[in-house]
C-alpha cells in the first residue's frame, strides 16, 4: 500500500487488492495505518512556514524590551548630561524627549501569549459516507471507517474515496481550529488587525520622537 502525499494532503491511495478479501474493519485498520504513517513521514517543502513557537518567543520580546528600555534610558541620560553643560554656554529648552515603546512591546507579547495559550490538540475534524474519517492536528488520521459497500468497484475507486474521506476531514479540521482561534481572540483577522494597529502606532511614535528632538534642537540659542 502506498499513499502519497503533498502540501499536507492525501493525493492518492494505491491498495493491494488482496486487501479486499478482509472484512471492511481490517481493510479500515490497514489503511489508516498506512494513511497515518505518511502523515507522519512527511517532510516539510521548502515552501513551508517555519514553526515559531509564540509563547516562546513571547518570552523573547519580553527580554528585548527589558533591554531596550535599559538602552534608552542611557541615550536619555547622556542627552540630559550634554544638554546641562550646553546650558552654560547657550539657551537649551528643558527637558529631553523620549520615547514610549513599552506599550507596544506589552501589547505584542500579549497577543502572542494570547495564541500560544490556544490549545487545539483536542479539536477533531470529520467526514461522512461510505468511507468516513477522523483528523486530528498533526496532521494525525485518528479514525477510519469503511462500509461494506465501499470495497465494491475495486481498489481504485476504494483509494479514491479514502483520499476524499481524509481531504474532507483535514478541512473541516482547519475550519474547527480557526474557530477555536477565533473564540479565543486570535484568530487570523484578528491578529493582523492588531499587527497593523501596532505599526501605525510604532509610526507615530517615531514620528513624535523625531519632531520632538528636531524642536529641541531648534531651540538652542547662544545666550546674548
Known sequence: MR???AHGRLVSLVIDPRL???RPEIVAGRVAEAVDGAFGR???GEEAVPFVEPLALARELRAVRADLDVRMARVTASIEVSAAA???EAEVPSGVPGIELGELFDRLVEMLETIGGVRDDDVRGRSEG???A????????????VAPRALYGGTRALGERVTAAVNAALDDLDAAVLRRRAEAGAGTEQIMATVAELRELSVQRMRTYA???SAMMAG???RS
Open 20 to 22: 479486499l478479501r478482509e
Open 130 to 132: 461510505l468511507v468516513s
Open 211 to 213: 519632531q520632538g528632538m
Open 3 to 5: 499513499a502519497m502525499l
Open 86 to 88: 550646553l546650558r552654560a
Open 42 to 44: 512527511e517532510v516539510p
Open 220 to 222: 538652542i540659542r547662544p
Open 134 to 145: 477522523v483528523c486530528a492536528p498533526g496532521p494525525r488520521l485518528v479514525s477510519l471507517s
